[in-house]
């Protein structure tokens, strides 16, 4: 089993930047694909941004060119860094590890999530 715990979150203006991180244990971290998902008060959760075993990133066409997802296998940490916040990226953000065995099977693991408010 993998624990998962977000740090960074916060109120920051319009404009503003935030960097989320999230530290892994009890498993080898480099094997996972992480995720960084939010939901806000009265919408589904949604994928902000995602990056594989091997670096690769993907993001939500709302963050593109706002996001940058990041891991550092040697700390069992991916961050996420927000720039240009604005108020419809207010949610609660939360972080995600998933691992899909060879039989098809995933494992899944998630944060407890961290407040990001965007307001002025």
């Known amino acids: 089993q993998v624990q998962l715990v977000e740090s960074g979150g916060g109120l920051v203006q319009p404009g503003g930047s935030l960097r989320l991180s999230c530290a892994a244990s009890?498993?080898?971290?480099?094997?996972?694909?992480m995720g960084w998902y939010r939901q806000a008060p009265g919408k589904q959760r949604e994928l902000v941004a995602g990056?594989?075993?091997?670096?690769?990133?993907n993001y939500a066409d709302s963050v593109k060119g706002r996001f940058t997802i990041s891991r550092d296998n040697a700390k069992n940490t991916v961050y996420l860094q927000m720039d240009n916040l604005k108020p419809e990226d207010t949610a609660v953000y939360y972080c995600?590890?998933?691992?899909?065995?060879?039989?098809?099977?995933?494992?899944?693991?998630w944060g407890q999530g961290t407040q990001v408010t965007v307001a002025s």
């Open positions: 995600n590890a998933e691992r899909v065995y060879s039989t098809g099977l995933k494992y899944n693991a």
């Open positions: 009890g498993t080898i971290f480099r094997i996972y694909t």
């Open positions: 990056i594989s075993s091997g670096g690769s990133a």
